[in-house]
């Protein structure tokens, strides 16, 4: 009961009371539970980024060159 109540003046009473509601209808109680419902609530809502944003285009097709590796690994410069 304490607890709860330090999350409604540090929330608000509407958002502990819409997370009440939530665990209620979830069937539970725990406050755990109502701390996490709290939590989603107030998270903001993050944008997904739009198309604009594009990787640049390989021109060149990667190839693996098990030859260098092999020489970069008797040389040391490789981390094991």
């Known amino acids: 009961m ?3 109540l330090l999350l409604a003046q540090d929330h608000g009473i ?5 997370a009440c ?3 209620v209808d979830q069937n539970t109680l725990r406050l755990p539970a109502i ?3 709290i ?3 107030v ?3 993050i944008a997904p980024l739009n ?3 594009t990787y640049p285009q ?13 020489m970069l690994c008797s040389t040391g410069e490789v981390a094991a």
């Open 2 to 4: 304490q607890r709860s």
């Open 14 to 18: 509407d958002v502990v009371e819409t």
């Open 21 to 23: 509601e939530l665990a």
């Open 35 to 37: 701390i996490n419902l």
């Open 39 to 41: 939590n989603q609530l």
């Open 43 to 45: 998270e903001p809502v």
């Open 51 to 53: 198309d604009a944003y």
């Open 58 to 70: 390989l021109t060149l097709r990667p190839e693996a060159d098990c030859k260098r590796y092999e």
